[in-house]
């Protein structure tokens, strides 16, 4: 009888469909990688409607896309926010077992040898930082069984999910979901095990209001108002 594993948020573990992708992306369904652009015409108007959508509604699209866009056009932003994220993903990887227990030893050993593929460890981290303008990243592992019958399960490469390809529950704010034509609304659950998330503490409150972005935007919507006069004026 296989062993009942649960997650963090109480979520039990499905063996069975641990190789499948859950936040994979469509063409033309809910999970698209293409969008309209929200900095071409972006005006105190419509700065304010985009955040207006976050803050009482929920509806982040519109917003993470202005965060995308702002880090693809702001020099000064974009630097910043890359200095940090190097900063942070050159750091030595450290694994300490949790005692002296030999079966701690052995579980820091394992995971030690997992984490020491920097090939995919690397990588890894520079995505999870992408959270640090728009609030949160997440990436998907990518599961692989191994050993001598295939009882062992290791990460074989992790995926960065479009932070559009989410949502947060209405109910908290703060709960993260996958989007799904299962569940247009509310999404559904992010599947145990399978996933990399990770939420900037750079403020209190909802995740979604923590990001770098939402700080920079209206400063960003100024700048380019005076780049548009310069531009005219040259």
Not at 121 to 134: C, E, F, H, N, V
Not at 145 to 163: A, C, E, L, Q
Not at 182 to 188: A, N, P, Q, S, T
């Amino acid at each position: 009888m296989a062993i009942k594993i649960i997650d963090h948020r109480g979520e039990e573990l499905e063996r069975d469909s641990l190789e499948e992708e859950q936040a994979t992306q469509t063409l033309t369904g809910i999970r698209t990688v293409w969008h309209e652009s929200i900095a071409n015409q972006l005006t105190p108007e419509r700065l304010a409607a985009v955040m207006l959508a976050v803050d009482q509604n929920g509806e982040i699209d519109e917003y993470l896309t202005l965060a995308q866009e702002m880090e693809e056009r702001d020099l000064h932003y974009a630097s910043v926010l890359r200095t940090r994220r190097l900063a942070v993903s050159r750091l030595p990887i450290v694994v300490e077992a949790v005692s002296d227990d030999k079966m701690h030893v052995e579980q820091a050993d394992f995971v030690r040898d997992v984490m020491s593929d920097e090939d995919l460890i690397r990588p890894m981290l520079s995505d999870q930082l992408d959270a640090l303008g728009k609030g949160f990243s997440a990436d998907e592992i990518m599961w692989d069984r191994d050993g001598s019958n295939g009882s062992v399960w290791i990460p074989k490469g992790y995926k960065w999910r479009d932070p559009r390809f989410f949502q947060f529950d209405r109910l908290t704010g703060d709960i993260l979901r996958v989007r799904d034509e299962e569940d247009m609304i509310d999404g559904v659950p992010l599947k145990a095990y399978r996933y990399i998330v990770h939420r900037p503490q750079i403020k209190a409150g909802l995740t979604i209001r923590g990001g770098l972005a939402r700080l920079a935007a209206v400063a960003f919507m100024c700048k380019g108002y005076s780049m548009k006069d310069w531009l005219a004026f040259a």
